[in-house]
């Protein structure tokens, strides 16, 4: 590594967090693979999940519940059902109870609606100042049905690459609350359990692929989806189901919500002749906007972009993230 | 889009093939590099019409010692516009200095930065355009109003038509005509840049941001060049006016005050920057922390200042994707995504 320390950039997601783990964590520990969790044994699912937020309340969420639900989505996405979590707290001293209690709750809330259960975990106090407010991780448990595979081997020309829901919501509720941009309604993160909306897509469809969109955006997933496996990607702009405020607000701060964290989006690949999933997930609460966003095509090597005016352009992995530009 | 955008664009696109003879159309304006880049409308055009990125990226022409100077600020805080925290200084980046303990925290609006000085000593690092400058400008008239003592501004504001000027000034320069900046052109009014034609023989025209609008001015300035008679219009006059923006340009000249400026890869050129005026002296970061703002070296192989001047497309640059990418510039234009080169990293490989 270049920079011989750690910087933001490295936890971004992009480029340079898959450098951190390609070069500094795998020679030393056992991955598999880089994916949100791993199998273990014949039908064990596990994954973890670092939660860090500022603010730690924001509309549509808080920090406890991204904590349930950042953890069932990874487990949800490799087709298996989430069953228990592990919750392991760090809290900076002068930490208010009354916070504290809110988050459980919604922490409590979060996995009655997930159906997971949190079965054990870990508390630990910092002195004031060496950590910001609280910190949660989160271990999740699922079982996968032996018959089912998912993954970027299974990928194949032809197939439909769709979202469950607007991209960027969550990004711009938290710049928002952060910046306090004052938009009024403010706008409301994603943030949402979403196995129940995959229990609902697995018996609709030959899905190969799902993954959910969380930093980096949907953009990185379909990079790393093509470096896995060479297949090239179009994406089609005018399809992109993107609400009005996150439009406005990132075309002003010239970012991409391609590439905005999301924390209730699911990016799925599906046989080519699939007809009955979209209508399937319209059906479930976080499926309304669900959209047919590009396809899995060989006239291209690469991720592009089929823009709003007809132009083809590529759509490549950031190195970091995205800075806000001066406007 | 509409069906007619998309059949009008078709119709443009055509047009625009029928021309033959080699132009080079500059966009001066990040925003404008961004428009092209994220339409993809290079792509578009035929081989005859080159578009080049011009000087209007504020984070770009900025220079390494006015990163440098923020980086010898011992215990204050750092308020900062976003992509300025990975522009290279000759001692490293803001970001770096974040990771190393000093305090830099990215503001939205230098309104944000006053704020943060409600409770610690803070310095707006103030760079920016007309389109930016009236409200650091108006800034600095609150920080005076609320009589505060620890908030200051290290002052590199660049003003737009001296720097066409000084690139029009260029030996062997070729530029058919420019697609003037939007935003810039709200404060400044359409008549600040007459002299381009008066006394340059170019015109312009000013454009807003939609893909359609940009491939008309690109049209528009073809006509131009038919013709022979290079003049400025006005594609943009919803919120272009002639004079511009009058109340805007009253607190720039009350608050700030025409003085000779540092552009990162052009040198010095005289009376493009505006500094702070005397009787805001003591909101001024360089008088308060005796800081310099000087011409420094480019870092060594990068052509940055070739590209501003559009005498080399990006990647013409040896280093380009090399040894040169957004997570490692060498040079400003790869740092800011409204930089030409890493607009051309990011959209035109
Ligand atoms: S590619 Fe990098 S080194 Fe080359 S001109 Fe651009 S910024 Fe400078």
Redesign the pocket.
Known sequence: MKDEIITLAHGSGARLTQQLIAEIFAPHFHLPALTDSVAIGHNLVVTTDAHVVKPIFFPGGDIGKLSVTGTVNDIAVSGAQPLYLLATFIIEEGFPISDLKKIVASMQEAALEAGVKIIAGDTKVVEKHNAEGIYITTTGIGTLPLDLHLGTDKIKNGDLIIVNGNIGDHTIAIINARNELDLQPPPRSDCAPLNGLIACMLPAADLHFMRDATRGGVATILNEVFEDNGLGIIIDEASLPISAATLAVSNLLGLEPLYMANEGVIVTFAAADTTGLIPAMKKHRYGKNAALIGKVTSDVKGVFLRTTIGSLRPLPMLHSDPLPRIC | MAKSDLVRIKYLIEDLWQWKKPVRIMEVCGSHTMVIGKYGIRSLLPPSIELISGPGCPVCVTPASFIDALLTLKNVTIATFGDLIRVPGINGTLEQARAAGLDVRIVYSPLEALKIASTRETVFAGIGFETTIPGIAHTLLEAQRLKLHNFSVLPAFKTIPPALKALLSTDNIAIDGFILPGHVSVITGSAAYQFLVDDFHTGGVIAGFEPITLLQTIKDIISQLKRGIPMIENAYKEVVSIQGNIPAQNIIRKVLQPEDAYWRGLGKIPASGLGIKEEFAQFNAIRKYDLQITETEMPS????GD?LKGFIK?PQ?P??ATT?HPAH??????VSSEGS?AAYYKYER
């Open positions: 192989g990068c052509r940055c590209v990006p640059c280093l380009f040169c510039p060498l040079g400003p234009c790869m080169c």
